[in-house]
């Protein structure tokens, strides 16, 4: 089976190829990492006008949105708008380690971790999900504003494990070792329910992820009024002769081959993109076909 694709082109936003950079203050890590950008973008309808928008996590863990202006098949996306939040009365949360002042409004999750657009408390509306200021998987809820635009209000945590606790993915003491968080959601096991799956790991969050782990799976056990209890499975892919896992691999789960069941489509810190097909990925933890 083989997948081709035309040649690569470098989106642009307000007529400006699309390039994130640090600069002397935005990296936790330092000046050094200045021209970096870690840009983690989702592909989705954020406004909800019926054409494709890009809202993505970056260095800085400013959450970025790229409004679609052209159609759905002319896409032109207009300059980035980084996403606020109506704090309400309560006091704006940051993460430790900071090397700038944000604006009072400004929404600052973990920095390199990619969101997802999911309508997970099943108001008509896309909600934000992605790495809290204290690495927990968090659910930013949705409202329209005044203006006519998609607000956000402050994190609720839907995501537990089987004891109830809220799901923390980064608990580093080094505040640069933690985020670089990226995960899908997809019903992977074929039971009805929404699982994830995410990049390599481990379940304590305290540990690097440059551990050469392919992948991690969380089966949903039950769901109650919009909260979800997860299992961790761990590594997905077993298999000694793979290593994929680095800073920030990325996985998403797509049919690739058509045949009705999911695969998963990452890119990796080698540089490139790779698929790994269901029945390959079923032979490897030598359990049967969902």
């Not at 050094?32 to 909800?48: F, K, Q, V």
């Not at 207009?78 to 109506?86: E, G, H, N, V």
């Not at 089966?219 to 000694?240: M, P, Q, R, T, Y």
Request: aromatic fraction near 12%.
């Amino acid at each position: 089976m083989k997948k081709k694709f035309k040649p690569v082109k470098r989106l642009e936003a307000n007529g400006q190829i699309i390039r994130i950079q640090a600069g002397e203050f935005g990296s936790v890590q330092g000046p050094g990492e200045a021209r970096w950008g870690y840009l983690c973008p989702e592909a989705c309808d954020w406004d909800m006008d019926g054409d494709i928008d890009i809202i993505a996590g970056t260095v800085s863990g400013e959450n970025l949105f790229f409004e679609n202006i052209g159609t759905k098949n002319k896409p032109v996306l207009a300059s980035a708008k980084r996403l606020t939040i109506d704090w309400a009365d309560t006091q704006p949360v940051y993460p430790e380690g900071m090397r700038y002042k944000p604006a009072p409004d400004a929404l600052i999750t973990q920095w390199r971790c990619k969101p997802v657009a999911f309508d997970w408390n099943k108001d008509g509306l896309p909600d934000y999900l992605t790495i809290d200021e204290k690495g927990m998987l968090a659910c930013y809820p949705s409202f329209w504003k005044t203006d006519g635009t998609l607000g956000l209000k402050p994190a609720t945590y839907p995501f537990t494990d089987e004891n109830g606790v809220p799901l923390r993915f980064c608990t580093n003491e080094i505040p640069g070792r933690n985020g670089r968080i990226k995960f899908s959601l997809a019903d992977w096991d074929n039971d009805g329910d929404i699982d994830i799956i995410r990049n390599g790991g481990f379940e304590d969050g305290k540990q690097n992820l440059d551990n050469g782990c392919n992948f991690v799976y969380l089966e949903c056990l039950k769901s109650e009024n919009n909260v979800s209890a997860f299992k961790w499975h761990g590594e997905l892919i077993k298999s000694d002769c793979i290593r994929l896992q680095g800073h920030t691999d990325s996985p998403i789960t797509f049919d690739v081959d058509g045949n009705g069941s999911l695969d998963i489509i990452s890119g990796c810190e080698d540089g490139n993109i790779y698929f790994f097909l269901r029945e390959w990925i079923d032979s490897k933890n030598n359990s049967p076909k969902f």
